[in-house]
Structure formats: C-alpha cells, structure tokens
C-alpha cells in the first residue's frame, strides 16, 4: 500500500522541515531551544577544556571548576553581564533547561564519551559534528547579541543608549570572564580588547549593522535576526574550509581601522601651542 499523497516525501516537503527547523525551531525561537543551546553547551565545554593542557585538565582541575568555568567562560558570561547590567536576574540561570539539561549534557558529552570521541571529534577540521556544532555556536553568538540590543531597547524604551550598551556587554562579558579567571591560574594573559582576535570588532560590527536594518531600514525583528545569524553561520563554515576566508564585515572593520590610524599618522602630533591645558 503506497503512502497518501499527503504523507509522500518530497523535495519541497523536505525543504520546508529545514527551513522551518532553522527559523521557527532555532534562530527565532523565543526562548533557549535545545537545537541551539546543545551545540552551545558542548562548544563551551570544548573551548573551556583546550585551554588547558590534557594533563591538566585530567588531573587538576575540579569537576565544578570544569562546570562552572565553562558555564561563565565560554556559555553565558556575555549574557549574564547583559542582565546584570539591566538589572535583570540572569536569564540562563532563571531557564527550567540551560543548567540542568544542556550544559550538564554537553559537559558529560565532551568529557566522558566512550573514547574520549566527541572532543576528538570537535577538535578535528570538517568533521561532520565539529561543523554541526560550529553551527550552531555561530547561531548563539549572534542571537546572543542581536536579542541583547532589543532586550535593552524593551526594558528602557526612552533611552537611545541601552540597546547598543546591552549588546555590547553580550558581546565583552565572556572575555571579561576569561581575563579574571585565566589571571586566577597565574597566567600572562592580556585581555581580549587590548589584544583582540577579531570577535569583539566582529561583534561591534554586528551591533552596527543590526541596529542599521532596525532603526533605518525598519526591517522586522525577525528578518533582521535571520539575516545576521545565518550571515555569520555561513562565514564561520566558510572559515572551516577556507582557513584564509574572513567574514567581510571584519573586513570592513580592518579597513577602517587601518584608514583611521592613516589620518592620524598623517596628521601627525599637535603642534605644542595648540594644545589644551597642560
């Protein structure tokens, strides 16, 4: 007996589920889907446990260092500053879910697999879950600030200031975190706006432009977040494959920098009599 014509598999049928799994399931989703906070998790994890060597990660550190420096390195410390900031309670603590689901999942995922095969597995170039998962941590990243800059603009509508400070402490709260907590282990560590690796300009860029389709452009919340995060999936699977491919709108933000530190060159110092003050 063949399937009903409403049930037959098809290619637009197919196309739909994704596109469907990829906006309503993931992107947009309101609140902390399980599509985006296991990547998320498992990414934090993998990131927290290579910045220590494997004897020291083994025999070392804590199983609630591991945790915990996870959770607020690498998982939630842009998030957390946000709401603190706003004077929110912290909105992944407050989740029935981000704790005690995902990110113990991830944890045990990325540290107690039979063979250790899920961090071999996202430590090695184009393996098929190392690219699931960059996925779906370029997806969180970016949600992560685009949603800072409207939570700031819903809690404080009169201010012109709160959305772009929002999403800017999304986007330096991790590395603040970092900073104090790799300082806590006694290592030469500078922080990452003082020696930057292109995520806090690339965020910043973001903010710019996300905020340049809301304010100018008037495109809806939701369009404007899909844009920018599949925009910036794209690129960070690009990346994995063209190791020499970089996001164009870091790009932009090097060629400016470069522009501006022209001008000023060029101008050269101020003349002593034009000085103000001392």
């Known amino acids: 007996m063949s399937l009903s014509t409403e049930y037959a598999w098809s290619p637009e049928r197919l196309a739909m589920a ?14 902390y889907p399980s599509s985006i906070q296991i990547p998320h998790a498992m990414s934090a994890v993998q990131s927290f446990r290579s910045s220590f060597s494997e004897m020291d990660y083994a025999t070392k550190v804590t199983a609630w260092h591991k945790l915990v420096g996870a959770y607020f390195c ?29 990110l113990l999942f991830g944890y045990l995922l990325v540290n107690y697999s039979p063979g250790d095969y899920v961090y071999k597995a996202l430590q090695k170039p184009h393996h098929p879950l190392r690219l699931c998962v960059q996925f779906g941590e370029a997806v969180d990243d970016n949600t992560t600030i685009t949603g800072a800059f409207e939570k700031g603009a819903r809690l404080h509508p009169n201010s012109h200031a709160a959305p772009y400070v929002s999403a800017l402490a999304a986007v330096l709260g991790g590395g603040i975190v970092r900073y104090i ?62 190791p020499d491919f970089n996001n164009p709108l870091l790009e932009i933000w090097k060629k400016a920098a470069a522009l501006n530190r022209g001008i ?15």
């Open 18 to 31: 994704l596109w469907g799994f990829l906006t309503d399931g993931m992107i947009t989703h309101p609140g």
């Open 74 to 102: 690498h998982g939630y410390g842009g998030s957390s500053l946000r709401d603190i900031l706003l004077g929110q309670p912290i909105s992944a603590n407050s989740s029935d879910d981000v704790v005690p689901h995902y």
């Open 181 to 242: 907590e790799r300082k806590g282990r006694g290592l030469d560590v500078k922080t990452e706006w003082a020696r930057p690796t292109g995520r806090i300009q690339l965020g910043v860029m973001y903010i710019f432009v996300y905020a340049a389709m809301r304010r100018l452009l008037k495109v809806s919340v939701r369009h404007a977040r899909l844009s920018c995060a599949l925009f910036e999936a794209a690129c960070t699977l690009l990346k994995e494959f063209f």
């Open 264 to 278: 000023t060159q060029n101008n050269g110092p101020s003349p002593k009599g034009q000085r103000l003050g001392p």
